[in-house]
């Protein structure tokens, strides 16, 4: 009779027990604060704890379906026979392609939804926008639950140390972005941001994936380049046309934190400065990428021409030193058939 090997048993607080069993500390916790809630003294304390909670159940629902991604892209992984380091290019792409595509779906629901795209006007008009409806919060809520979860899970996942300032780097710019947005009610612009920063992302993902499935694949990277590029315009076009105009126009341009107003001068320059900044970084990356790409592609075609040329002239040298055939003889360098060895009869 066969039995299942068991999984080795770690010793408590180290860190393969912490990457091992998180998921059922997590489920710990949760049923401790609930047990909390049922006490008054202890209420008010685990109601907050609750709310943090809350927050987290879009990111597991999102989990879910990268499960049954991550099952799909094993299989495919089988296929291709992919190295190390692009199986694991190739999994982080089909999660976040599963991830955009969902976020820039449903930000664009939203903001279809809530009028934005008839009314241009009306993502500054009326500021600051302190009531939002429920699908705008709860949308913001789980990109920021998102994007919180992603830095604990670099630990639990076990990135490679030259991978992590590379994912830390991103994470910190979303949240950035995300959290500005909200706390200085500038949702509304934001949103329609995240929708063509999420669109962009997905396609590079998209592109990244078939490439690995066909490296001949490079239709859909100069696709994504050219949107790249229209992304940044588009998103710095649209910030300066809200920030910069409609919000100037405002009659109301002075701070007040209980009305949540932060329309004045230094606020609206320092949004602008950073959209600017992170816009013009990216630019900055992507052309940079884009010349030292060509680079190596032209070095490449350089060594294949001289290596088919060295090939081509080493089959001349052989072919003269040997002799060439012509007419089923062999013919000498000066063009005379050699000599034909007499064979005596008996």
Not at 211 to 218: G, T, V
Not at 302 to 322: E, F, G, H, I, P
Request: overall charge positive; proline content about 3%.
């Amino acid at each position: 009779m066969a039995f299942r090997r068991r999984n080795k048993s770690y010793p408590f607080f180290s860190q393969e027990f912490l990457i091992q069993n998180h998921a059922d500390i997590v489920f710990s916790l949760v049923i401790c604060i609930l047990i909390g809630l049922m006490f008054e003294t202890t209420a008010k304390t685990a109601i907050f704890f609750f709310c943090s909670s809350l927050m987290c159940i879009p990111r597991f629902l999102l989990i879910s379906i990268f499960l049954a991604v991550v099952c799909s892209i094993q299989k495919v992984n089988r296929r291709l026979h992919l190295s190390k380091s692009k199986n694991t290019k190739f999994n982080e792409s089909g999660q976040l392609c599963v991830f955009y595509l969902v976020s820039s779906l449903w930000s664009l629901y939203v903001i279809a939804t809530e009028g934005y795209l008839l009314r241009p006007s009306s993502l500054w008009e009326n500021y600051p926008h302190v009531h939002l409806r429920f699908q705008v919060k709860f949308f913001y809520l789980t990109q920021l639950a998102y994007w919180f979860h992603a830095l604990p899970e670099l630990y639990f996942q076990k990135v490679r140390k030259e991978e992590i300032p590379r994912q830390l780097q991103y994470i910190s710019l979303y949240l950035l972005h995300i959290l500005a947005a909200y706390l200085l009610n500038l949702t509304r612009v934001g949103l329609v941001l995240l929708f063509l920063q999420y669109l962009s992302e997905m396609g590079f993902h998209l592109s990244r994936l078939f490439y690995f499935i066909d490296e001949n694949q490079h239709k859909m990277f100069e696709m994504w380049s050219i949107g790249f590029v229209l992304t940044r315009m588009i998103t710095l076009t649209l910030m300066f046309l809200a920030v910069g105009f409609g919000l100037a126009r405002a009659e109301n341009q002075t701070l007040d934190l209980e009305a949540g107003n932060f329309n004045t001068l230094p606020i609206r320059l320092l949004v602008l400065f950073v959209v600017c900044f992170t816009q013009s970084w990216l630019l900055w990356k992507f052309f940079r990428f884009q010349l030292s790409r060509t680079r190596e592609l032209r070095l490449e075609q350089v060594a294949r021409k001289r290596a088919a040329t060295k090939q081509q002239m080493q089959r001349t040298l052989k072919r003269d030193s040997v002799g060439h055939h012509e007419n089923g003889l062999i013919k000498a360098e000066n063009g005379t058939s050699p000599r034909l060895k007499k064979i005596k009869t008996p």
